[in-house]
């Protein structure tokens, strides 16, 4: 409400105090923007008006001007391009190079980049060579305003406890998030913002890298997190052919993806990349279906964003029933059957 007193962020004094402004790695591939870096700009935004400052979109690529419109839609108040044909392809050396050039000229406070191999890559190397701190993988992001200090919150201790963790010292303040763990805000159609576009001494006979050969992956595709409904399936299924059945015979039915707990990966039911939680893929659906997982805190860390859950457990302890939407206490191989009867009439 208006009238309640806000909190306005101090002006740090010193060397902290002449970094300023939140910023966001705006990751493409080929044009093309990760959701991840949208999502991070929803909660930038958030951070920058808690500390009274400006939000910037770190935009860096080949033939990519255009893309910033879009940018200011979701919340930038500027963006930073460097548009040049040596940053075709993400490569650590010249992404880290250039980025790291932008923040020793700008200096930001706080920059953001989503948990992908990309990103992981370039805030790892960027951390190193700016000698910050760097917490990865964050769940939540806050700000304290009264030390500007970003408050990052993360699992830690094989996820059980969340552990809030700040870089008192360094700037800037850097954090990676995994995909879909921050909601995606509404974009502004015509938000107009500022464009920058720094030059850059970049010549690809300086570099020590180069990229040969683009190989893209073949076969199935598994893109967790934008399903809107997901199968998921543990130990309780027993065995490879019961997670079959009962797993991808529901996921077919009502067109659902399947995913898995860790101990369904490590018994080899079903591959890696197919696994939920903490060491797996964070996912948002609207269902999420935890049939035969009795819940532990490294797999809800990764399922705390679904709007549904619906749980089939037969020990009515299992801790999946303190998270679930709705919980059947109950064996899978009665349940999911009875479940699917209805769907066979449809
Ligand atoms: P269990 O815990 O063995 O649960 C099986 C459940 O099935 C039980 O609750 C049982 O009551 C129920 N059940 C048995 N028979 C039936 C039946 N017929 N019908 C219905 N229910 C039945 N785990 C992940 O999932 N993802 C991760 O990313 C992940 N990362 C980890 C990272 C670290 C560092 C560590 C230490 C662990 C991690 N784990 C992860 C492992 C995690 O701690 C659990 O061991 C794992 O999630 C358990 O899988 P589960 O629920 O399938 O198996």
Redesign the pocket.
């Given at each position: 409400p208006a009238d309640e007193p806000k909190e306005t962020a101090v002006q740090l004094t010193g060397d902290l105090g002449r970094y300023q402004g939140v910023w966001v790695f705006i990751e493409q591939r080929e044009g093309e923007i990760a959701p991840v870096s949208l999502e991070l700009l929803g909660v930038g935004r958030q951070l920058a008006d808690k500390l009274g400052v400006e939000l910037a979109g770190v935009l860096l690529g080949d033939s990519v001007c255009g893309l910033q419109d879009g940018l200011y839609e979701y919340g930038a108040d500027k963006v930073y391009l460097v548009d040049h044909p040596v940053l075709r392809y993400y490569r650590t050396e010249t992404y880290m190079q250039v980025f790291v050039k932008l923040v020793q000229v700008y200096l930001p406070e706080i920059i953001l980049m989503g948990a992908t191999t990309t990103g992981r890559d370039l805030a790892g190397a960027m951390a190193t060579d700016l000698a910050t701190g760097l917490t990865a993988d964050c769940t939540a992001l806050d700000i304290d305003t009264k030390q500007r200090l970003l408050l990052a919150t993360r699992p830690a201790f094989?996820?059980n406890i969340m552990a809030t963790i700040v870089c008192k010292n360094h700037r800037p303040q850097m954090a990676t998030v995994r995909p879909k763990v921050m909601k995606m805000s509404k974009p502004v159609p015509g938000r107009q913002g500022q464009l920058v576009t720094p030059q850059v001494d970049l010549n690809e006979k300086d570099l020590l890298t180069r990229v040969v050969e683009i190989v893209k992956e073949h076969g199935e595709q598994v893109n967790l997190q934008d399903a809107e409904i997901i199968v998921a399936?543990?130990?309780?299924?027993?065995d490879r052919e019961g997670f079959q059945r009962i797993c991808f015979g529901l996921a077919e039915a009502i067109g659902a993806k399947v995913g898995?707990?860790?101990?369904?990966v490590e018994a080899g039911w079903i591959e890696q990349k197919y696994?939920?939680?903490?060491?797996?893929v964070t996912v948002a659906p609207k269902i999420y279906f935890a049939?035969?997982?009795?819940?532990?805190?490294?797999?809800l860390v990764?399922i705390r964003g679904s709007d549904i859950i619906i749980a089939?457990?037969?020990?009515p302890e299992?801790p999946?029933f303190k998270e679930c939407t709705y919980g059947i206490v109950?064996?899978?191989?009665k349940?999911v059957p009875a479940l699917m009867e209805p769907l066979k009439e449809l």
């Open positions: 094989g996820g399936g543990g130990r309780g299924l027993g898995a707990s860790r101990a369904a696994q939920v939680g903490q060491t797996g049939l035969g997982i009795s819940g532990a805190i490294q797999h990764g089939v457990n037969t020990d299992a999946i109950g064996d899978v191989f349940v």
